[in-house]
Each structure stands twice: as C-alpha cells, then as structure tokens.
C-alpha cells in the first residue's frame, strides 16, 4: 500500500502569491491534517478534515484555507505569502482522526 | 490549552549505549500519545502509539511508557547505533482533533 502522498515536494514563491499543497492519504483512511513545521520546532497543526467536512482548526491566519475531496485527498491553500510562511508543511492521514497518525515526507515551502 | 516539553533539547552518545528521551504535558486528559522520528529535512516516521488505557509499548529496541496521571512518557532505546541518529519527537491528542507536539530531542549517536 502506499503511504501518504505529498506534492510538490519543493516550491518556491515570491511574496504575495498564493501556492496550492497537495496531499493523498493511505487508502481507507478518512482524515487528513495539515501541520506547518518551522526549522527547530516541533510541528503546528493547521486543520483536520474528516469525511470532507473540516474538524479542527488551529491558531493560524484566514490565508490559510483548505479542503477534502470526495476521494479523500485534501490541499491546503495559503494567499498572500509571507516570508515567515517558509517552512515545511507536513500532512498527515488516520483512520478517524483520533487513533494515530501516519505523516507524509512534508513540502518544502521558501517564500523569497 | 497543552504544552509538550521534551528533556533534553540535544543528547550525544556513543554507540551501544542505552538511553531515555522524556516527555512531559500539562493536560492528562489525553487520547493517546505518539512517538516520531524525523530525519533532517524528512516528514515524521511513526514509532510508537501509547492509547491512554495503556502503560506502555514495545516495538524491537524501542519501549515507551506513559503515565497519565503525572504527564509524562519516556522512550527507552536500548543499545543505540548510529543509525538511531535523529530528531524525536512526541506529541499527544487530547479532543482527538489534533497533535500536539513536543520541540523535539536531536540525538547523535557516534561510533
């Protein structure tokens, strides 16, 4: 089986564009999370989505937006970028959300 | 709202030794708890899952235990070997929504 599908894996953008992540979850598994991870801290979570309705919602600004497919597969969006919005962004798949998580190898997001 | 602290931020051992990575939170209502290792520049490998009626897991060289009650949990790695080098990280869920994730531990195991 495969496990859990980033794409990209790097990107890089100017302040003030908007990027678009892509995420595929492990097959069967209904809920996806986005995290950001800034270099030397542990990862922040984003959203969850669940069934394609969005579950959770962390500290993070309106700029950030995301969504679930029917297939499962999610994308986090992010407008206006900021420089401090370089980081790599982690998604993570689980069957309901609550009984662990199985995280893909993240994007490289710089923002120049 | 939870806070991870991982002790210590770095540790350097040479091979073979065994070693103890401590976790600690401040909301012991907790689902479960979960141990990553991530490689520099890699996304988050899964070690261990500790669901919060349980004391402890054990996969190959690698013990976790949790106690809810005091909010800790250590991960135990016996006979360390370079390859062990990495960053660990913990993290607990407490409404089932999301990680919450410790700052990690960067070990260096050399030969």
């Known amino acids: 089986d495969a496990g859990v599908t980033q794409s990209p894996t790097h990107l890089i953008k100017t302040r003030g564009q908007q990027v678009t992540l892509r995420c595929s979850p492990i097959?069967?598994?209904?809920?996806v999370s986005w995290y950001q991870q800034v270099l030397g801290q542990g990862p922040q979570f984003i959203f969850q989505?669940?069934?394609?309705?969005?579950?959770g919602r962390g500290n993070f600004p309106d700029r950030f937006s995301a969504r679930q497919f029917p297939n499962y597969s999610s994308e986090l969006n992010v407008n206006a970028l900021l420089l401090g919005d370089s980081a790599l962004y982690l998604c993570?798949?689980?069957?309901?959300?609550?009984?662990?998580?199985?995280f893909g190898s993240g994007t490289r997001l710089t923002v120049v | 709202k939870q806070e991870v602290t991982q002790i210590p931020a770095a540790l350097s051992v040479p091979e073979g030794e065994n070693l103890v990575l401590n976790c600690s939170f401040t909301?012991?209502?907790?689902?479960?708890l979960q141990w990553f290792r991530q490689d520099p520049g890699k996304g988050l490998t899964s070690l261990l899952l500790?669901?919060?009626?349980?004391r402890e897991q054990t996969s190959g060289r690698l013990n976790a235990s949790l106690d809810k009650s005091s909010g800790r949990s250590t991960l135990y790695i016996a006979a360390s070997q370079p390859g062990d080098s990495a960053t660990y990280l913990c993290?607990?869920?407490?409404?089932?929504?999301?990680?919450?994730f410790g700052k990690g531990t960067s070990l260096l195991v050399t030969p």
């Open positions: 993570a798949s689980s069957l309901e959300g609550w009984n662990g998580y199985t």
């Open positions: 097959s069967g598994h209904k809920s």
């Open positions: 989505y669940y069934e394609k309705e969005e579950r």
């Open positions: 909301d012991s209502a907790i689902y479960n």
């Open positions: 500790i669901q919060s009626s349980q």
């Open positions: 993290a607990v869920t407490n409404s089932g929504y999301a990680l919450n």
